[in-house]
């Protein structure tokens, strides 16, 4: 079955350091991967997406993610994190390609907290 | 973002009552989606639907029971609710296929905070 696996639970760093938070997913067909941020009292929203091509995706607020193939991974890095950063992020996948079937699951979010 | 509504937005009921959650759509997307958040699981799937009357299993579906009549409705019922139970919910809606390519951003509601005592 499909999963998504987020090994860091807690993050604590303090502004301007960097930031790589990992994911690893189980599914080894064609896949859509996507980061999520989760603002204090607020739904999720969209960081970034990967379909296809680079695998070195950018996104908004400085964020960037690579996929590794062999790797099975999409870590999402930040040169250095902002006070504002603070927030619940989230990993999922899709199963993509004609085998799509709409499914998109979630790993089980990553809390980071920066120092001001 | 897409005009997603759910209903209620909070709930207090006692164990071993139905309940029933709805989430309405204005965007005419495809796909929507339950997803229950809980401190330390982060988002689970409880049941997805890819179209009118078609739906699926997530990956916490058990007690729960969904039904989607018509493409802006996705209901979704707890025929019994159990303490464990008690959680956010939240609907999603995707729009599937745009340009040929799978479009797989979600857009959220802004959740239902159920407790069951």
């Known amino acids: 079955a499909q999963s998504v696996s987020q090994h860091n639970h807690h993050v604590i760093l303090s502004e301007a350091a960097s930031l790589e938070l990992g994911c690893n997913y189980s599914y080894g067909g064609t896949v859509n991967l996507f980061w999520y941020v989760q603002y204090p009292g607020q739904h999720l929203q969209l960081l970034l997406k990967?379909?296809?091509?680079?695998?070195l995706v950018k996104g908004i607020k400085g964020f960037e993610a690579e996929f590794i193939k062999s790797k099975f991974s999409f870590n999402l890095r930040k040169p250095s994190v902002q006070w504002s950063d603070t927030a619940e992020y989230f990993c999922a996948v899709i199963q993509g390609g004609s085998s799509n079937t709409g499914k998109l699951i979630f790993g089980q979010g990553t809390t980071l907290q920066v120092k001001p | 973002d897409a005009g997603i509504t759910q209903s209620p937005r909070h709930k207090v009921t006692e164990t071993g009552t139905p309940v029933t959650l709805r989430c309405h759509q204005t965007e005419n997307h495809r796909y929507m989606y339950w997803y229950r958040q809980d401190p330390g699981h982060g988002l689970r799937l409880i049941h997805y639907s890819y179209g009118v009357k078609d739906t699926d299993k997530g990956e916490v579906s058990d007690g729960y029971s969904v039904s989607r009549s018509k493409t802006e409705d996705f209901l979704l019922t707890l025929e019994s609710a159990t303490s464990s139970q008690t959680s956010v919910y939240f609907c999603?809606?995707?729009?599937?296929?745009?340009?040929?390519?799978?479009?797989?951003?979600?857009?959220f509601g802004e959740g239902s905070r159920l407790t069951v005592l």
């Open positions: 990967y379909f296809s091509g680079d695998p």
């Open positions: 999603a809606t995707r729009a599937g296929l745009a340009g040929g390519r799978i479009t797989g951003e979600l857009f």
